[in-house]
């Protein structure tokens, strides 16, 4: 069945249609209010009696692929009651047609409103112009602005983590309704006392989900001293992963020793190598200093007056974690290192054609890597075998370590091997971590008080530290379902939203942006 479209019904509700015209790319809608009466917004009594008339010229949504506009001719009226201090008013459409001042209809205004909060402001004005819903990329912001932020029903489970304004320089906090899956509110800070302030705010919410950092804990401790505290899990995986590589840079004096490589031999290196070796000297030197301080009886306040070296450095240092000669990176020639070394026993030597029978077997990496390899190699065969040995970077050897032997070249194989053989603790260490690991995955909350006495007597002893400390929340995280992943989330849409308006939104335009799209 077919019905036919009036022409009323290609304008909001309760208005005539007098005169449709079309001019360019704008077609203008002639119309008046249909109701004979009106009621006075200060007395509201109705009057039939109407002063004059005014026009008013509203934007409305397109129309047959051109610019909608509509002209309409609005009246005033007279306020028949004597005492009303409002003798003449002008008649009013309702919010949800056209508000008062408004110079778009609300149809309009509600498309445009969703524009703004998917795109922000000069991608949502582009896209709006090829929709012939012309805005300024302003007017979309302020009508995000004046759309408000919505208010959420209270929770009762959240998440609460920091987030970069400016990456290492300042941060803000965001809170999540776990039990919602949606963000409720950005604060300016991650400062204890404007997290505290807020949570106290919120009496009924029953567990807090939030990072292994101090700051959320005490605010919470302090606003809701009887919420469930939950520590992030994959912090916590992350934090025990940090903590085996710390274990290996306070042990890689050992692992030189082990692998051969306490002597450097500087005619081996190659340019960017020997910068590198230049500045390990030099800190082994500020390192040789500040030990000498702290065998003295030195605090690390003392140390650091009288060095001028940070506080961070000097913890650094005394932890053994500033002792690797090059910070190497993972070579494009590793998985090749085997057949060169094969086909250098078969006598072929030449880097060049090395190169060339490499890119037959699929090797996609420059001539000069592989000249490189080859040249080093022939000055080390002139050289004393102390020298041919290279430690790999703590973090390397961190990887090699944590992964399987299947996966792992027989050179690989053989340095990990030599550096178990030698270096009993870190063995431990890793045994420990992936203990800790597993306490999580099998979600073994009772295993935890043993992990902690097994390791707090090796290299973690700093991590099981902060696990005791916080071992409430640890156990939590262990044994309860909620974690704070979703937050993270929220943290990754939030990051977007910020870029897409250039880094320069405030506050209230980024949460009005973040909490309105749900």
Known sequence: MTTALRPSAIIPSGFRVDRVSIEGEMTTIEARAIAATRTCPDCGSISRRVHS????????????????????????????????????????????????????????????????????????????????????????????????????????????????????????AIICDLGRHRPIKLLPDREPATAQAWLAGQPQIAIVARDRGGGFALAASRALPGALQVADRWHLMENASAAFLGAVRKSMRCIRSALGATFVDPALLTAAEKLQYEGYLRREEVNAAIFARAERGASIKEIVRET?????????????????????????????????????????????????????????????VVSEWAGRRRRSEKMDAAGLHRTPSARTIARLMTSGRDALSTTETLTIAAIEDSVPALVEARAAVAAFQATIRKKAGDDLDGWIDRAKTGLLASFASGVTKDRAAVVAAITNVWSNGQTEGQITRLKLIKRQMYGRAKLDLLEARLLGAD
């Open 308 to 368: 001028g070296n940070s506080r961070g450095l000097v913890r650094k240092i005394l932890r053994g974690q500033r002792s690797e000669i090059f910070r190497t990176r993972e070579s494009s020639l590793e998985p090749h290192l085997p057949w060169l070394d094969a086909q250098w026993a078969a006598g072929c030597h030449n880097g060049a054609e090395l190169w060339r029978r490499l890119q037959a077997a699929g090797f996609r990496g420059s001539l000069r």
């Open 53 to 172: 008339h005014y026009s008013r010229r509203l934007s409305d949504l397109p129309l047959a692929g051109r610019v909608g506009r509509i002209s309409l001719t609005a009246r005033r009226f007279r306020c028949m009651t004597p005492t009303c201090r409002r003798s003449i008013f002008t008649e009013r459409f309702g919010d949800d047609i056209i508000a008062a001042r408004a110079r778009r209809t609300a149809r309009l205004e509600n498309v445009v409103h969703h524009l703004a909060l998917a795109l922000g402001g000069r991608s949502a004005a582009g896209r709006a112009r090829r929709l012939m819903m012309p805005v300024s990329n302003d007017t979309l912001l302020r009508v995000v602005r004046r759309g408000g932020r919505p208010s959420p029903p209270p929770p009762t489970v959240i998440g609460i983590d920091d987030w970069a304004w400016k990456r290492n320089r300042r941060y803000g």
